[in-house]
């Protein structure tokens, strides 16, 4: 079974709705973390969170909000979804050692907002 | 802020060519340095790391060496193979806080002929 796991995997969606992507790892780590990809720009650092009661906006949190409902999950939500938020997202887990910390990420999940 | 600037791409090489893709970056630190590589349809996984200093990280055939006189992290093999198509990303991590996030770089698409 994979480590780091995202629902849905594909989502199309309309303009306004709201939306929830949801994250699930099993590596017992306690930082997680939501990015977006977008062709030519690379990742972008959405929200990050060090532990279950700590949570951080990152570069481009504007329009998302995040939930750590346990140390495993971590669920990024779109309260009212618009076209330029069509991108694929990954979450991804690391367990904070320092200079060598190492992320992993899930498998993404492609969403389109019509 | 921090930041990292790779060569564009796509680079387009014949198998067994030798590859290099540049890698430069701007910290405000003394960062750690990483390449992740995305294989289609796939999250990123880490391909290799260096944390200090003329450190090299190898893995896969692949090197790259920290060199903090240049600021840089060149990504080289010596005999690509088709199976080697995938973007990849340099990244760095600012860890003089402790709570350290990832700044990636916008990927280079590496596509290799048979």
């Known amino acids: 079974d994979a480590d780091v796991t995202q629902t849905p995997r594909n989502r199309i969606t309309k303009t306004g709705k709201r939306i929830m992507l949801e994250c699930s790892q099993t590596?017992?780590?306690?930082?997680m973390y939501w990015y977006r990809q977008d062709p030519g720009l690379g990742l972008r650092l959405i929200y990050y969170?060090?532990?279950?009661?700590?949570?951080n906006k990152g570069e481009i949190s504007d329009g998302y909000s995040v939930s750590r409902q346990a140390q495993a999950k971590f669920s990024l939500s779109l309260e009212s979804a618009i076209p330029n938020q069509t991108a694929l997202y990954f979450c991804?887990?690391?367990?904070?050692?320092?200079?060598?910390?190492?992320?992993?990420f899930g498998p993404g999940t492609r969403l389109t907002v019509l | 802020g921090d930041s990292v600037t790779q060569m564009e791409g796509p680079v387009t090489l014949s198998e067994e060519a030798f590859l290099t893709i540049n890698c430069t970056y701007t910290?405000?630190?003394?960062?750690?340095l990483f390449w992740y590589v995305q294989y289609p349809g796939e999250g990123l996984q880490l391909l290799l790391k260096?944390?200090?200093?003329?450190d090299k990280g190898s893995n896969k055939g692949f090197e790259a060496t920290y060199r903090k006189e240049t600021t840089s992290f060149h990504l080289e093999k010596g005999s690509v193979q088709v199976s080697d198509s995938a973007v990849y990303f340099c990244?760095?991590?600012?860890?003089?806080?402790?709570?350290?996030?990832?700044?990636f770089g916008k990927g280079t698409m590496l596509l290799v002929s048979p």
């Open positions: 991804a887990t690391s367990d904070g050692t320092g200079r060598t910390d190492t992320q992993y």
């Open positions: 590596k017992g780590h306690d930082r």
């Open positions: 969170s060090f532990d279950v009661k700590d949570i």
């Open positions: 910290a405000t630190g003394y960062p750690s």
């Open positions: 260096a944390t200090k200093a003329d």
């Open positions: 990244a760095l991590s600012d860890n003089d806080s402790g709570y350290s996030t990832l700044t």
